[in-house]
């Protein structure tokens, strides 16, 4: 009876996998050029010039003629209607799209001359939907940095004003969160989201939110630094 149902499973975990490495094997529009360059270490002057950008198949492009420039150390906020393009502008920074006219800048090195890599591993980003993985809510802020000490998990937990929820929990850190653990609200998760980004430092620190701005905790982390555009 077992050998039976085995097999059974391994004929649905044989289709499965047929469909896992369709996804793993899928070559993305984007890649690096022939003779891309790294990009060294930037101060982070982000430059947008007259990007026009639409998506494939798309009609009206998402955004037109869309130009600004982001200093190194300033803090800046777009704000705009539901839909108006912001996620699609940040998108093009760590060129999960690229423009379909005009180029984006950092620090003067145009973004498709350099390689993929060396470009994303500067900028760090939390999403408008975040995700959390199974496991302690201390390994969810340590992802993109494996070796941090709990010193640094606690100062980026408090840096994006999410250790003192996370103490409250009986677990403190060692609290599993996730599938079968305590489950986080929004919230809470973007909290923790944004601690894994400010573990990692990067140059650039990408907020994406799509909370009204006098409500979000993004805005009341970062507002004493805010610039509005
Ligand atoms: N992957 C996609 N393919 C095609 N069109 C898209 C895609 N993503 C977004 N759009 C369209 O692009 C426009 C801008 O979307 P975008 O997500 O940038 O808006 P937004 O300003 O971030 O909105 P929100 O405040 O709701 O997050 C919308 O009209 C949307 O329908
Ligand atoms: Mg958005």
């Known amino acids: 009876m077992m050998f039976g149902m085995i097999v059974t499973q391994m004929g649905q ?3 499965s996998a047929d469909r896992i490495f369709e ?3 899928a070559k993305s529009d984007i890649v690096d050029k022939p ?3 790294k990009l060294p270490a930037v101060k982070g002057d982000v430059k947008f010039e007259n990007v026009t950008f639409r998506y494939v198949g798309g009609g009206e492009p998402v955004l037109k003629n869309v130009s600004f420039e982001v200093k190194s150390g300033e803090t800046v906020a777009l704000l705009g209607a539901t839909g108006s393009g912001k996620t699609s502008i940040i998108n093009l920074l760590p060129r999960f799209y690229d423009p379909t006219e005009g180029g984006i800048t950092i620090d003067g090195h145009d973004l498709r001359d350099v390689t993929l890599d060396s470009l994303r591993s500067q ?11 199974s496991g302690t809510i201390s390994e969810n802020i340590a992802f993109g940095k494996p070796e941090a000490t709990h010193a640094e998990i606690e100062s980026a937990a408090k840096a994006a004003a999410a250790h003192d929820f996370i103490m409250s929990f009986p677990d403190g850190y060692n609290t599993h969160v996730g599938e079968r653990g305590t489950t986080l609200s ?7 989201a944004i601690a894994r980004a400010l573990l990692l430092d990067p140059r650039i620190l990408i907020l994406d939110d799509s909370t009204p701005v006098w409500m979000s905790p993004l805005s009341r982390i970062f507002r004493k ?3 509005l555009l």
Do not use: C, P, W
């Open 23 to 25: 996804i793993l094997d």
């Open 13 to 15: 975990a044989a289709a």
């Open 186 to 192: 929004g919230g809470q998760k973007q909290r923790v």
């Open 225 to 227: 630094r805010l610039k």
């Open 35 to 37: 003779n891309a360059s």
């Open 123 to 133: 900028i760090g980003i939390v999403l408008q939907e975040t995700t959390l993985f």
